[in-house]
Structures are given as structure tokens and as C-alpha cells.
């Protein structure tokens, strides 16, 4: 991956866990399942 060449050594990446390919693609390239994780918007 190109990050890891500039020194990149952790991303994170979001995904819809319904998303069956997203998921294979990503697995595929190295990233790793490590949590689930919401996103919560408050109203100002």
C-alpha cells in the first residue's frame, strides 16, 4: 500500500457491516476487524 511506504503505520476505516464485499476487499488488502463502532451526531 502506498501509506505504509510513506510511513503509515495504523489507519482506520469504516465500513457498513452488511457490506459483504467491502468487507473481503479490505480483509484482502491487510486491514483487520478490530471493534464495532458507532457514529453519534448531536443536534447544536
Known amino acids: 500500500m502506498a501509506a505504509r ?3 503509515v503505520a495504523r489507519a482506520v476505516l469504516f465500513a457498513d457491516p452488511l457490506n459483504a464485499a467491502a ?8 486491514f483487520a476487524i ?4 458507532g457514529l453519534v451526531l448531536l443536534a447544536p
Not at 468487507?23 to 491487510?30: E, H
Request: glycine share 20%.
Open 5 to 7: 511506504t510513506q510511513g
Open 34 to 37: 478490530v471493534g464495532d463502532y
Open 23 to 30: 468487507r473481503a476487499a479490505y480483509l484482502s488488502i491487510g
